[in-house]
Every structure is written in C-alpha cells, then in structure tokens.
C-alpha cells in the first residue's frame, strides 16, 4: 500500500514525503533524548543528596543528636560545612514536626560566627520567622507541604529507603531528597534536602530551544530546497514530459521547449538531445512517407507499360510485334525489381549504419580498391577506362565507415558509366585542401554533361532526366550516395566540366 502511494506520487511529493518521515524519525528520537535528560540530570544530583543524608546521618548515630530543637540546631550549625551546596536542610522529628532548619541559620548573618553564644535567639522566633518565610513561599509557588509529603513517604513502600520528588513552579524547580533517621531499633525522625535545580530545567529549556532552531532551520532549508528542486529541476522535466506526451500524441499543439533547451546544464543538454532526436524522428517518418509515395508512382509506370503490352501482345500475331513487346515486358519487371530491391537495400543500409562505427581510414586506398574492381569488369565489356589520380606522398585519412565509402565511389562510378560511351575516360582525383583541412574527392566523366540549371535535383529520388540504358538503374543511387555523404558530415556537389564534355560530381570530406 505504502510502496503503491510512493510510486504514484510526483517526485517532489516523494521528496516532501521522505523527508516528513525522516522529521519525524528523527522528533521522535529528540523527544526520547529530552525525555531522558531530566531524570539523568536528577540522578545526578539525588546521588550527592543521598551522600550528604547518609554522611549527615551518621554524624547524628555517632554524636548522638537528641531530636529536640536545640540539639539539631547547634548540630546543624556545628555542621553546615556539610550544605554549602545545598539551599535548605530541614530535619522533622518522629511526629512529622519541623525541629531544624538551615533558613533558620541563614536569618542571621551572625549564624556563621565562631561564638555560639552571640548566635543564639529565642528558637520559637526563629521558627516564627522561617515558617513565615515557609508559608510565604509555598503561597507564592503553591507547593504542597513538605510535612503532608514526608506523611506519605511513612506509609509508602519506599520508607527507609532515600525517596526524591520535584516540586516546579513557574519561577523555581525544586529537588528534595528524604530519608528517615534510624537509631538502630526505631525511626526517630527524617532528613529532607532541598535543592533549588533550575539549572536542570535551563538545560532542558537550552536543550528544547536548540532542538527547536535546529528544526526550524531544518525544515526552512528542506522548503527553500524543495522550491528549488520544483523550479530548476522538477518544472523543466515536467515540461520534457507533457513534450513527449504532445508528440505521442500528435498534438498540433506542441509544449514549447526553448526555454529549457537554453539552459547550459545536463536538463538542457536532454532537451536539446529530445528535440533534435524528435526532429530527426520526423524527418524519418517524412522521408518514409515521401520515399514510399515516390516509390508508388514510379512503380505506377512500368506496371502501366506492362498493362498496356500484355493486352496488346495477346492480341498481335506480328513477330516483330509480339518480340518488340516482349522487350518492353521484361525492360519493365526489370525496373521494378530494381526498384524494389534497391528500396530494400536502402533501408537495410539506413539500419546498418546506426550500428556502424566510425573509425580513421585511409580514402585512396579505398578508391584504388573500388576503380581497379570496376577496371576489371567495364574495360573488358564496353572499353571504358577509369583512372586515379593523387599525390602519392600524401596520406587522405577521414572518418568514416569502410564499406559506406566504397558504396559511395561505387554509384558514382555506375552513374559515369551509365552516362559515358564506350572508350571514353572517367577520372577519380583526390586532392588534398590544406587550408581548408578537406580531402576532396571528384569524378569526372566524358559524358553529355547536365542539362540543369540547377543540378541539386540530380540528387533526388527517382530524378526524371535518365539516359537511354537508365532502366539498369532505380533513380536512387545519387540520392543514396548524398545521404552516405552527409552521414560523413560532408558535402556533395554537381557541375558540367568547363571547357570540356562531361561533368564532374565533387564530395568533401572533413580531414581526419
């Protein structure tokens, strides 16, 4: 259930999400860590009181102390050397009445002086005093009565044992230790100290405070982050999907990009990358589209011819005729599966080259491998010779792919010949553009040259303007060859050779 919630929500969700549940991991932990401060820092202290009780009590065992009022009070003048840590001592007799107390002592400042006798005052204005001084502050920080507590404490199963309490107002925290006073048969009495720990309580309020902060900060930095995240990261992958999405699903409409594309970070590097795969994408599916309308039509010829002579042959008795007409029967299934296997071998080749890797390769040794094949079949057949011509000390590296380099030189060699007579030249010349940094790669044949002005459309498909044997050929070879060109990141051009018959087909290659 909680792992579908996840799943299902934005990342900014899951991010807010996370960091919710860390915040709240990590509370929980904070309010256990302040939970435990306190009865630690109590601990602490009780452990001093529970000393100075045991300690007290034994000077009592030893000295004797009768628990009356003037006995306790000369012992805890005689042993206030023991509280100087302490706020108060206070020590009730068996009847839960108060017979000593150090706010007694601490009345008078002469309380301190070596001379007993200067010290001593009437007890009974002393108590008078100190316990108006008690009720004074019990009215004011209504604390229960320490007597109604030690009241307790007898009847409690903690009696015998040191038992600490708190009492907390808004303006002191108090720590009281009891225990009572055992002469060794009976309980003659008990021992209360009194501690004022508020710096317990300002550790806990420092402790609260920073915890506090600490979140605070915490959580301010997740919103400025997570405002951050949204905008920079989140809004422009948002913006990538609904692009995705609007191609998908052929929108008209399309999400705008730019402003993500203009960004000089890894997001923008993806736009750019999703555009123009998107971009090439199209042009694919445009060119498929044209390419496979373009094939139709030229199929729709010959497959006319073919009609139009099938019904006449069926019904002609002239051999000449019927032999006439058988030519053009099969002159036309030849185009056809010339056609379509060269369709099919174009697009074979577009998927090929995908996995193809480019890597530096030497183009005249490529060349001189392609002439000297077509040297081997077209000069023995029809007399036409092909030469290569080049700088022999001169290395002509590019990148490219080996086999899409010999296609290349191939079609244009069969569109020479196609176009050439017999005996006549062709010239492949490869030359170097230093300043450039170009291999130039040309070949020049002695044919009738172009009819064109512009002679870009010779390297469309199935380009109209054919010589005589054209019916050898689909129309798809030049325009397969300016496609290998530009996958090599050069460029293919067409001109009549000036000055002479024939026309020159020029490809420039980037130097590797």
Known sequence: ?????????????????????????????????????????????????????????????????????????????????????????????NKFELIGDTDTLDLDPRSFSQRLDI??????????????????????????????????????????????????????????????????????????????????????????????????????????FSLVLNRYFLKPIKTLVN???????????????QNVKNRNDEIGILSNSLDEMTNELNNRINAAENFSTDLVHEIRNPLASLKSASEIISETTDKAQREKLVNILLHDVERIERLITDYSQMLKDEVAITNEQMKK?????????????????HNSKSGINIKLNSNGSI????????????????????????????NQTIKVVLSDDKKEKNIVLSVIDEGEGFKEKDTAKIFKRFYSNRPNKFGEHSGLGLNIVKNLVELHNGKISASNNVGQKGAIIEIIFPKA
Request: glycine share 2%; net charge positive; hydrophobic share 40%.
């Open 361 to 377: 390769i030497d183009l005249k040794l490529i060349a001189t491998s392609v002439v000297d094949d077509f040297n081997n079949v």
């Open 243 to 257: 692009f995705t999405k609007s191609i998908k699903e052929k929108n008209k409409q399309k999400t705008s990009i």
């Open 395 to 422: 290395k002509y590296y590019i990148l490219g792919i080996e086999n899409r380099i010999e296609q290349i030189i191939a079609n244009l060699l069969d569109n020479s010949i196609s176009f050439s007579r017999e």
């Open 1 to 93: 259930m909680l792992s579908s919630f996840i799943k299902n929500i934005s990342i900014l969700k899951k991010f807010l999400f996370i960091n919710l549940v860390v915040f709240i991991v990590f509370g929980s932990l904070t309010a256990i860590y302040l939970k435990g401060i306190q009865p630690n820092l109590i601990n602490k202290k009780t452990s001093n009181h529970i000393n100075i009780i045991n300690n007290t009590i034994d000077h009592i065992k030893r000295l004797k102390i009768q628990f009356n009022k003037d006995d306790v009070r000369k012992f805890l003048f005689s042993t206030r050397f023991l509280f100087q840590n302490l706020d108060r001592v206070m020590i009730f007799n």
């Open 119 to 224: 010290t001593e005052m009437n007890i009974q204005d002393k108590d008078k005093i100190s316990e108006k001084k008690k009720t004074t502050k019990q009215k004011k920080n209504k604390l229960k009565p320490l007597s109604e507590i030690i009241i307790d404490y007898s009847k409690s199963s903690d009696f015998g044992k040191p038992y600490t309490f708190t009492e907390e107002s808004y303006d002191q925290f108090l720590l009281i230790t009891i225990k009572s006073v055992n002469d060794g048969k009976n309980n003659i009495g008990y021992l209360a100290i009194s501690e004022k720990a508020s710096d317990i309580r300002n550790a806990i309020d420092e402790r609260k405070i920073f915890v506090f902060r600490t979140a605070l900060v915490v959580a301010i930095v997740i919103l400025i």
